[in-house]
């Protein structure tokens, strides 16, 4: 699992394992995450309607960077 989450956040588990964190730890901190930033560069709200289409676990706290990353593949489609 840890390696899965890491495929996706790389910068988040490096830096988590960085600060110390426990491979547990880290996996809490940021499988969701992962989850959520796999389905945005997917693509799979590419062409949502409206705010209420999108799923409700559709959204999690990202930082600058990850959001960066997000905007870059909308970009590419």
Not at 18 to 37: A, C, E, F, H, Q
Request: aromatic share 10%; hydrophobic share 30%.
């Amino acid at each position: 699992h840890c390696l899965s989450v890491r495929a996706v956040c790389q910068q988040e588990i490096d830096c988590d394992r960085g600060n110390g964190y426990s491979w547990k730890i880290t996996l809490l901190r940021n499988y969701w995450k992962s989850k959520v930033k796999q389905e945005w560069l997917s693509g799979k709200y590419s062409n949502i309607p409206s705010q209420n289409s999108l799923p409700e676990k559709s959204m999690y706290p990202m930082d600058v960077d990850t959001w960066g990353e997000i905007l870059e593949a909308e970009l590419e489609r």
